[in-house]
Structure formats: structure tokens, C-alpha cells
């Protein structure tokens, strides 16, 4: 595992993201609520903890629309999500609450 991560709710909300199946900063902040200035700089701390994994997509050229960075968690990223869900209680149910508004 990389650098020791500070399990922060707002951390907590971008794992629980990615693992309900939001896999790129965008979607990420839409469900989530959160800023971009959290977001980004969070997901940056995750892939440099060993927390998650990221690929550049090949679509965006087709689209014609800037390239997206899409994130899976890896084991060490389960760990952690699986911590965050037990000392935040209700992490799971703010996700899903907010994708069922979109």
C-alpha cells in the first residue's frame, strides 16, 4: 500500500461512490454533492494510498468530448471502504439516496 490515508467522511463518500458503480470525478460529484476542489483532490490521495486503480478511457475522441479517468477500487480500497462504512454510519444509504434523486 502507498502513503497512510486520513479516512475522512468526504473520502468515505468517494469510495462508496466508485463502488456503487460512479467510476469517473464528474459522476462522482454529481451523486456525491461534493465540490470538485474535494473531489479531485481526494481521488488523487486514494490512487497515491494504493486505494484505487485508474485508466484513461479510449471514447472521448468518438464523442468529441474531453478524455475521462475512470477508478476502481482495488483490494487495499475495499479495506478501507469496508472501514469507512462502519465508523460512518448510513455511508451506503447517502449514496444510493442521492442516485435514486438523479
Not at 14 to 27: E, K, P, R, S
Not at 53 to 72: G, T
Request: without cysteine.
Amino acid at each position: 500500500m502507498g502513503k497512510r490515508l486520513n479516512l475522512t467522511y468526504a473520502t468515505g463518500m468517494v469510495l462508496q461512490a466508485i463502488d456503487t458503480g460512479y467510476q469517473y470525478g464528474f459522476d462522482i460529484m454529481d451523486v456525491s454533492g461534493l465540490p470538485d476542489g474535494t473531489v479531485y483532490p481526494a481521488l488523487r490521495r486514494l490512487q497515491a494510498a494504493g486505494l484505487l486503480n485508474s485508466r484513461w478511457e479510449d471514447a472521448a475522441a468518438v464523442e468529441k468530448r474531453p478524455l475521462r479517468r475512470y477508478y476502481e477500487l482495488t483490494t487495499e480500497g475495499r479495506l478501507k471502504l469496508a472501514e469507512a462504512r462502519a465508523r460512518y454510519r448510513g455511508l451506503e444509504l447517502m449514496i444510493q439516496g442521492a442516485a435514486g434523486q438523479s
